[in-house]
């Protein structure tokens, strides 16, 4: 069997993005970065060549026992294309499969397509057309405007995959005319071959901005609540109590309240983390916070139950569920609870791995009734929506 190797491209700084976009965990456990190897490789490349850069080094060094084909993990560069030129050194002759990681709902169908395409053509790379009117601004001529001809315009994507030597020659002439590109294909046909075109797909979209993620998370949960009942979504209620005391911290939601008292218990007795954790353990069926984290074991003592909840995340997606969304309401009578949310709400987001829509916190006051209300203690209920990944 030939060489087919894809070059997995890691070595984008993720600048527009503020946190990095290929190791973002998503509801279903996996990277970006997973999820593009993991199409590659389902697609029918029979090697893989990592190329990354600090950040993303240590995964790719994680992936490779995992991915099931060998795999060469290499540098980058300053640009995508020096960091595609480093790849392509990796590669034995045969067909080359380059693709950036950060389109990682690119189907094994479309790699397998592009290779297609290189077998009979010499090449196959991945575009959709361009559905919009493209308007040319210049800016220097009072802003007139020239629409260009749509029909001559369509937009690339990746996989693009070439028979080695061509695109190796293609690369190598670039550098030595200081030519610079954003993509293969152009370098490609500037090295004087025919680009042939292989339909893409408009949800092959390359995460770029946050809302990216967000479309990406939202796509996740949709394909599995649309699994049918089997795989379908599982809800989950937790409740909790702890008692006020004196000379203890009052830690709500992963955060410190400034208060004369705190609640007591075996960990920090964050009380809405409690409650929050016993619900989504409930809907996966993994009993409760007692049963997964016993007090009897000494290495809970005192634990932040923020660390506690990034484990209770891990063992949902290991029992195979994501989070859905969830919502939580802390009964008390003081102190006002309101100006801490937003941070609590980016805590629990961070530890759930969601973004912060998809956690509801409220407070309410039982209006001096009861222990809550005479501020014995505090309560909080919550509820957890969860899927099947
Ligand atoms: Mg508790």
Same mark, same amino acid.
């Given at each position: ?16 993005? !503020? ?218 209620? !937790? ?135 005479? !501020? ?14």
């Amino acid at each position: 069997m030939s060489n087919i190797t894809g070059i997995l491209l890691c070595a984008g700084d993720s600048r527009r993005m !503020g946190f990095h976009k290929l190791l973002y965990r998503l509801p279903n456990g996996k990277t970006p970065m997973d999820m593009s190897l993991e199409a590659l490789v389902k697609g029918g490349v029979n090697r893989l060549v990592i190329v990354v850069n600090e950040a993303t080094r240590t995964h790719a060094h994680s992936l490779i026992s995992r991915a099931g084909v060998p795999v060469t993990v290499c540098e980058g560069g300053e640009t995508r294309q020096e960091s595609v030129y480093n790849g392509l050194l990796c590669c034995k002759p045969g067909i080359a499969v380059i693709h950036d990681a950060a389109r990682c709902l690119a189907r094994p169908a479309l790699v397998h397509a592009c290779i297609d395409s290189v077998r009979l053509h010499g090449s196959g790379v991945a575009f959709i057309p361009v559905r919009d009117t493209v308007l040319h601004v210049k800016q220097d001529n009072g802003g007139g405007v020239t629409a260009l001809a749509r029909e001559e315009l369509l937009h690339t994507q990746t996989p693009q995959a070439f028979e080695y030597s061509r695109i190796l020659d293609a690369y190598e002439k670039a550098r030595a005319d200081d030519r610079a590109a954003t993509d293969d294909s152009t370098l490609y046909a500037a090295a004087g071959h025919a680009v042939r075109f292989v339909p893409g797909a408009v949800d092959n979209r390359k995460l770029t901005t946050p809302e990216d993620i967000v479309w990406l998370e939202e796509r996740l949960c949709a394909a599995a609540a649309g699994l049918g009942a089997a795989a379908g979504l599982r809800v989950g209620l !937790g409740e909790d109590v702890h008692l006020l005391v004196q000379d203890r911290p009052l830690i709500l939601g992963g955060v410190e309240i400034p208060f004369e008292k705190g609640l007591i218990g075996h960990s920090d007795a964050d009380v809405l983390i409690h409650a929050l954790m016993d619900a989504l353990l409930g809907a996966a069926g993994l009993g409760d916070i007692g049963v997964q984290f016993p007090d009897t074991d000494p290495q809970y003592k005192g634990i932040s139950s923020l660390t506690l909840l990034v484990r209770v995340a891990d063992r949902l997606a290991a029992a195979g569920y994501g989070v859905r969304n969830v919502d939580v309401t802390v009964v008390a009578e003081r102190p006002k609870l309101a100006p801490h949310f937003p941070q609590m709400r980016e805590l629990i987001a961070a530890a759930l791995r969601l973004t912060t829509d998809r956690i509801g916190l409220k407070a309410t006051t039982t209006e001096g009734s009861g222990p809550e209300g005479r !501020g014995e203690c505090i309560r909080a209920n919550a509820v957890a929506l969860l899927y099947a990944l």
